[in-house]
């Protein structure tokens, strides 16, 4: 498919003109929220905010929200039972590709034998225009876990190159949306200016694995017994920050809920996760990750290797949020990860 | 991507089903008999679960007792423990309920078939076992020697006590049970932790399969006693406990380091335990 380049003032009118014909679903775009950055309902292109950093909460939220209805039911002699999934059609502007990386694990884990509808049903319908982060996070180290730039996943890609955007073009839906935006073909110059330009910025990571990525899970095999994950879980707040805002958490927990006429409820799924107390306690009160360490070191098994078997996706894709969110200032798989190298 | 999806596709959503019989087995324990609104088998495995709902209360994790041998309905065995069960345990004929399932891997049939085993149960753990135990009486003809342990903490705490009374009296297999301890004079039979029972029986360990069901604590000693009559490992059979909320491996829920309880479990060999460090 042939990239694209787009002005500013161009990709400008582009977006308000998604935003004013709603031709591919709802604008959602990435926007100022306070001194940091958060994902909304975009009312004109002047709220994009292509340059950010990080999202507080990664786009997922949008395809598995923080709660989400499942099931209506009516109670009584003969219930009535009816599966509730919502859908929206909706283009999301501004997603980094680490985050990219983090909905292709999604698509994953609610895939396989027995897809999930009320995730898909929105994913499916979902065009994903996503932005190159040329101003890394202070804690993200993205460029080691090669997810700073992905080649799948997204309709287009931005790429910013200081006056004008260079538009990589990924789908034939991406390749139908951006026709309609007044562009130039990209050529050999503006290729290689782009790839300058994504050179640079991971020069700017600040945060690095002492390690390849592919080393982690044979690192992690050798270091079970590590006093470390007992050294640093110690402060723990047990809070669940860390997964709360991680763009590869998929866990949630399923609860009912009756209505105030007691003749029927909902049934609803909300996040959960794994460095929560209860995550792993079955009703006889056994909890199989009763103390902090063992959740501790669940975690970082399960970014840096169980889902890598499982998934061929590594669980962390080095966004940095987890080390932003964490107050004990322990979250951080990278750093994790390092210690653990270099005490062995 | 995945083609396109309804929401009656939901995994959420359960079967409706109707509770025919209730059976007190102990003070905390009773058995329920459910069948399908729309008439339909179970098709369950020995050793599979399904989720139950009970709509405005919540959706809980039960092993299957019956065994798919027996057609038209099935069983769950329940302890009263959470909202959920303790529910459940308040309900009567006639009720109705929500049913997934039934989720997870089962026995291994295949594996057992021609082969000499070995039931080791402790307390409720009877539950997921007598799927199998049933299923294996059934077709009897389809298996070797049969030896059955059950123990529990006292002859107050004893489940399916009229079955348990058959397997004694059967020719079709060696019966042995235990308590852990007698709070009164009534009880004549074994009295000790349940692996005291093990030098009471003989198999030949190349032939049979130990399949173990019972809490955490009990799987170590039964386990080492497994190994010293010289079972191997992959003979050893065991089905782990977790709290699977989604049956279909998404919650995250019933992760046992990388493996997911409700997909490669809850039955797994000793041999695979092994490597598991959170296991039991």
Redesign the interface.
Known sequence: MQNRVISRKDLASFVDDLIKTKSAGEVIGIKAQGNKFNFGPLASAAELRLDYDISLLPPKKYFFPQTET??K?E?G???K?E???AEKPLCIIGVHPFDIRGLLLF?A??????????Y??K??KAIIIGVDCLSPNPKSFAASMGTNITEEGFDLMLTDLGGDYFVTVGTNKGHNLINKAKTREAGAPDLEKRDKVRKEAEKKYQVSLKMKKEEIPALLDAT?ESKLFKDRSETCFSCGSCVMVCPTC???????E?ALS?K??E?Y?RW?G?MLTE??????G?N??EHKE?RFR?RM??KG??LV??YKYLGCVGCGRCASACLAEIASPAETYNLLKEAK | ??????????????R?AELIRVEKLSDREKVFEFKFDDGKELGQKPGQFVEV?I??????PISVTSSPTHKGSFELAV?A??GV?NKLHTLDKGA?V?IRGPYGNGFPLDTLKGKDILFVAGGIGLFPLRSLINYVMDKRSDFGEVNTLFGCRSPQERLFIGQLAEWDKSKDMCFLETVDRVPDDEWKGNVGVITTLFPKISFDPKKTYAIVVG??IMYRFVIAECLKKGLADDHIIMSL???M??G??????C????LYCCQEGPVFTYAQVKSL??AV
Request: hydrophobic share 30%.
């Open positions: 499942v099931l039911y109670v002699k003969t219930p039972v599966a509730v999934a698509d884990v609610y895939g396989g034998k027995e897809p999930d509808p009320n898909f049903l994913r499916n079970w998929v866990c949630f927990d399923v609860q009912d009756m007691l029927g409820g049934r799924r959960d794994c995550f792993a306690s079955v009703a006889s056994e199989f990750r063992q669940h098994y399960r290797k169980y078997e499982r | 991507m995945v083609m396109q999806l309804t929401a009656k596709q939901s995994i959420h959503l359960p409706t709902s709509f405005g209360v919540g959706e809980a302890r423990t959470g069960t109705k929500g809490p955490p406990e977790r709290r909320k989604c279909v491996g998404k919650c995250g829920h992760q046992i380091n990388g460090k959170e």
